[in-house]
């Protein structure tokens, strides 16, 4: 059994930044694919980042610049979504995924001033 647990988020002001930790414990093994989602309030999720099994990275374009998708050196089922700049328009629900099979329980991030 796969467990993934998210940690970070939380409130920040528009220019801020939060990163947000997610690390698969469990029968897990080798390098996967991680991607993160976002749901906004009201919306369906959407995909925002993903990192393949070799480190290459690829963003939607509306983080692109502004978060960073990052798998720990230490701990390859560890990843990190680094964002800076934020917008009103991030606020919403954050998942990681490993291989889009196993799922994070999510976590609130709202960006307001």
């Known amino acids: 059994q796969v467990q993934v647990i998210q940690s970070g988020g939380g409130l920040a002001q528009p220019g801020e930044s939060l990163r947000l930790s997610c690390a698969a414990s469990?029968?897990?093994?080798?390098?996967?694919?991680w991607d993160w989602y976002h749901q906004a309030p009201g919306r369906q999720r959407e995909w925002v980042a993903r990192?393949?099994?070799?480190?290459?990275?690829?963003y939607t374009f509306f983080v692109q610049g502004r978060f960073t998708i990052s798998r720990d050196n230490s701990n390859k089922n560890t990843v990190y979504l680094q964002m800076n700049s934020l917008l009103p328009r991030d606020t919403g629900v954050y998942f990681c995924?490993?291989?889009?099979?196993?799922w994070g329980q999510g976590t609130q991030v709202t960006v307001s001033s």
């Open positions: 995924t490993a291989a889009r099979t196993w």
């Open positions: 469990g029968s897990i093994s080798g390098f996967y694919a």
């Open positions: 990192i393949s099994e070799t480190g290459g990275t690829t």
